[in-house]
Each structure stands twice: as C-alpha cells, then as structure tokens.
C-alpha cells in the first residue's frame, strides 16, 4: 500500500503560520491533480485545496485568501502554505491524488491555539 507522506504541522496562535509538506510517488503525481484535505475533531473529512498538475489551484471558500498550494514535479512534492490560521483551521491535514488512489497517509496534525 502506498501512502503520500505529510508533515509540517504543529502548534500555533491564532494569526500564524505554518506550511504542510507533502511527497507523493512519482507515479501518481505527474499524473493526477494533487489535493488537501483536512479533518477537524469529530467532522468528517473535507477538501482544502486541489492543484492541477499544470499548476492551477483551486481553493475551499472558507481559506481563499489564506492558504496557497503549490507543487514541484521534479521533486513529487506538494505544499500547503497556511496564513491567518484560525482555531477553526485545526485539524489534521492529508494530502492525495484527485480521486484519491493512494492509501490516506496518518496525516500531519495543525492546531491553532492561544
């Protein structure tokens, strides 16, 4: 089974920082779109953002403004940079292909708190 391996997550205030990385195989990266997905305490998963492998993105309304993905092919990575963060951004982030043909990785835990 393969999995996507994530991390960069951690601990912070309301207004800072963070960026998730995440590395796919080569495989399914050059081939399919690559996305974000998170799952806060007690909900179910729900996607945060998607890139094409031509690089177009596409936002989740409710981190427009705040959150960039962005990927490198040459280096099967893709990354998640997270600004403004919200204690409602807390969760755990997962990265796959779209439509998730990889196995869900444990994910990288985010949470925003003073």
């Known amino acids: 089974q393969v999995q996507p391996e994530e991390s960069g997550g951690g601990l912070v205030q309301p207004g800072g920082s963070l960026r998730l990385s995440c590395v796919a195989p080569k495989s399914v990266f050059g081939t399919y779109m690559m996305a974000w997905f998170r799952q806060p305490p007690g909900e179910q998963r729900e996607l945060v953002a998607r890139?094409?492998?031509?690089?177009?993105?596409y936002y989740a309304d409710f981190v427009k403004g705040r959150f960039a993905v962005s990927r490198d092919s040459a280096k099967n990575t893709m990354w998640l940079q997270m600004d403004l963060l919200e204690p409602e951004d807390t969760a755990v982030y997962y990265c796959n292909s779209l439509p998730a043909v990889l196995t869900w990785g444990q994910g990288t835990q985010v949470t925003v708190s003073s």
């Open positions: 890139i094409t492998v031509s690089g177009f993105a």
